[in-house]
C-alpha cells in the first residue's frame, strides 16, 4: 500500500507564505502525475495544482501566480509553495498521486487569518 504524508501547514495571516511538502512511498515516483488538492469546510474538493513526469505544471486560476508546484524526483516528493495567501485559501489540502491505481494523503490543514 503506497502511502502519501503531507507536511507545512498551519495558521498564517494573509499575505503570508507556506510550503508543503508530500512524500511518497511509491517505488516508481518520477512516472507519475502528482497533484494538490483542497477542501474548504463546506465545500467539494478541488483541484489546485498538478505536475507532470516531465515537469510540466497546471494550476487552478483562483492560485496561479501565487502558487507553485514542483517535483524532487530523488527524494518522491512534491511541493506546493503559496504565496500572498488570502482567507479563500484556508482548506485541508491533500496530496493525490495518479496511476494504475490512486492515492491520497491525509491532508494538512492550512488557515490563513485576515
Known amino acids: 500500500q503506497v502511502q502519501l504524508v503531507e507536511s507545512g501547514g498551519g495558521l498564517v495571516q494573509a499575505g503570508g507564505s507556506l510550503r508543503l511538502s508530500c512524500t511518497t512511498s511509491?517505488?516508481?515516483?518520477?512516472?507519475?502525475?502528482m497533484s494538490w488538492y483542497r477542501q474548504a469546510p463546506g465545500k467539494q474538493r478541488e483541484l489546485v495544482a498538478q505536475?507532470?513526469?516531465?515537469?510540466?505544471?497546471t494550476y487552478a486560476d483562483s492560485v496561479k501566480g501565487r502558487f507553485t508546484i514542483s517535483r524532487d524526483n530523488a527524494k518522491k516528493t512534491i511541493y506546493l509553495q503559496m504565496n500572498n495567501l488570502k482567507p479563500d485559501d484556508t482548506a485541508v489540502y491533500y496530496c493525490h498521486q495518479s496511476g494504475p491505481f490512486t492515492f491520497w494523503g491525509q491532508g494538512t490543514q492550512v488557515t490563513v487569518s485576515s
Open positions: 505536475i507532470g513526469s516531465q515537469m510540466h505544471a
Open positions: 511509491t517505488t516508481i515516483f518520477a512516472i507519475y502525475l
